[in-house]
């Protein structure tokens, strides 16, 4: 079973580069890139865990669902998202934070269709469930590579661009 989530190690340690110019130009272009897709990445997050806003009037009214129904199941979505954010923590720090984000990112999308295309309270809760879940693995490695690559002078700056997404 360990194999199975080998992936997500952290990735090896690359050689050092001793040339001081291309360890300059190197750093400019990975903090860019990371941080766009920091942000781009957790952008999408947010379209899979606001999905349900738009879709409860219609859920209310092609399906029968009533707001008490509905309240429950984003209930369902904000407890797992918590107690995953804890636990995601944890092992996202352990991680590969590439990887762990882009995992979370395509299951979240996963269940997203899943319950787009399920019928029953029941399934509506699993998916729903499930996608709070996998919502938790977004923010914890965004946190580990903002602090990891921009220095403490840099991080509230950074942070604030983050906060947009």
């Not at 509905?70 to 990887?99: E, T």
């Not at 999308?109 to 938790?136: C, H, K, Y």
Request: hydrophobic share 45%.
């Amino acid at each position: 079973m360990k194999r199975l989530f080998n992936f997500l190690n952290p990735a090896p340690h690359l050689p050092e580069i001793k040339d001081v110019d291309e360890v300059k130009k190197r750093y400019k272009y990975w903090r860019l890139r990371i941080f766009l897709g920091m942000h781009i990445g957790y952008a999408f997050f947010y379209f899979t865990r606001k999905s349900f806003t738009f879709a409860m009037p219609v859920m209310m009214t092609a399906l029968g669902f009533t707001k008490t129904d509905l309240g429950i199941l984003g209930s369902v979505l904000y407890m797992s998202y918590g107690l995953s954010k804890f636990v995601s923590g944890v092992v996202a720090d352990r991680s590969n934070p590439r990887y762990f984000m882009g995992v979370g990112l395509i299951l979240t999308g996963f269940f997203n269709i899943f319950f787009g295309l399920s019928s029953s309270i029941f399934l509506f809760a699993i998916f729903w469930l499930l996608n709070g879940w996998f919502q938790g693995w977004g923010w914890p490695p965004c946190a580990r590579l903002l602090t990891h690559w921009y220095s403490q002078k840099e991080r509230g700056t950074w942070w604030g661009f983050w906060n947009t997404s």
